[in-house]
């Protein structure tokens, strides 16, 4: 929905009968008292190097002289797990990864090695599915658990410290168990958005967009619909006051104004696709609007502001989960393998 925008503009200046008066009696400075004026001036602007204008090129260049980022190269990392959800920690880029293994999230300070960082709680006589991960603004994982139509979860993983001992895992309450969950982006502490779909017996599937707003440290939330038309939303991104979800059913991309979806007292229902995109999975967005996801059976696309799409890889085995990491220019997908004889790992893309 487009929003118009209105720009004031300042009326024309007055000059009082004041400001007459004072301009008068500055003429009437004496030529001597003039001249000596003038001669002092031209001596310290001779003296004083040439100023160079606060907007010119020359002066943002100066202020804002930073060391262009090194190019990126093309990396695989072998890990050993069965690796879905992918997070990058923006400020030393830590790569975190869930592995359905042990039931875990994975963390690499170096990119080569990978140690546990949190442990969910096993759900008796099921499988295990963890979905999504993502940092929130105050730098603490957030972690999806699919739950397979019964148990899905979403749990707040602070680091442990010396009072913890170990993994210090939350698990949100007065969300619906039976939403099967896959991707979540945070809106800030305390604020987050999750995607899910429902399906009982041989009904067809139906999905949406829930926001989730809970209290950090006791874990009470409570989960409202924002859009509710779907049918298996997978990805969710966030790019500015665009909210979008990768629709693997419809093989779509849908986008919205996040403002507006929050203003309605009632759930929203998607409009036209942004873009169309064959299989797509999770999601993630560039600062600059792209988006990234899975695209086909093996490749990794690129969607523009448009909704054109570019294939950036089409090697994968199943590519997962992704993450921009800004501030190193690169992109990170999670390449999931095929069998049980393959091997999973972490593939690093440039930002390009």
């Keep these: 929905m487009a929003m118009a925008t209105r720009r004031q503009t300042g009326g024309a200046t007055v000059q009082n009968a004041s400001a007459v008066s004072t301009k008068m009696h500055a003429a009437r400075i004496g030529a001597a008292t003039l001249a ?3 001669v002092a001036l031209t001596a310290a602007c001779s003296s004083a190097p040439p100023a160079t204008p606060a907007h010119s090129p020359v002066a943002a260049s100066t202020s804002t002289n930073a060391a262009p980022l090194p190019p990126v190269t093309p990396q695989r990392i072998a890990i050993a797990a069965k690796p879905n ?3 990058v920690r923006a400020t030393d880029g830590a790569l975190f990864v869930t592995d359905e293994n ?5 963390q690499s300070a170096d990119g080569t090695r990978f140690t546990s960082y949190a442990t969910l709680p096993p759900v008796p006589g099921q499988p295990t599915s963890l979905s999504q991960i993502a940092f929130d603004d105050a730098g603490t994982l957030l972690i999806e658990r699919f739950g397979f139509g019964t148990a899905s979860a979403v749990f707040v ?3 442990p410290t010396a009072t913890t001992g170990g993994d210090a895992l939350i698990q949100l309450t007065g969300i619906d168990p039976t939403r099967r969950r896959l991707g979540l982006a945070s809106l800030g502490r305390g604020k987050l958005l999750s995607t899910w779909f429902v399906k009982n017996g041989n009904e067809p599937e139906h999905g949406g967009l829930s926001l989730i707003t809970y209290d950090p440290v006791t874990g009470t939330a409570n989960e409202r619909d924002l859009v509710v038309d779907l049918v298996k939303p997978v990805g969710v991104a966030v790019a500015g006051d665009n909210v979008y979800v990768s629709d693997q059913a419809q093989n779509t991309i849908q986008r919205a104004s996040l403002a507006t ?6 759930p929203a229902v998607s409009g036209a696709a ?6 797509p999975d999770l999601l993630a967005a560039a600062p600059d609007g792209r988006l990234f996801t899975k695209c086909g059976a093996t490749g990794v696309c690129a969607i523009a502001a448009d909704g054109t799409t570019s294939v950036l890889a089409n090697d994968f085995q199943q590519a997962r989960g992704i993450a921009v990491d800004a ?8 390449d999931r393998a095929s069998g049980t004889s393959g091997v999973s790992a972490l593939r690093i893309l440039p930002l390009r």
Aim: net charge positive; aromatic share 2%; charged share 10%.
């Design 157 to 159: 993983a602070a680091p």
């Design 102 to 106: 042990t039931n875990s999230v994975l």
């Design 261 to 266: 979806l929050l203003s309605m007292a009632q």
């Design 274 to 279: 942004f873009a169309h995109v064959d299989a």
């Design 36 to 38: 000596a004026a003038v």
């Design 85 to 87: 959800g992918l997070a």
């Design 327 to 334: 501030p190193r220019n690169r992109l990170v997908v999670v």
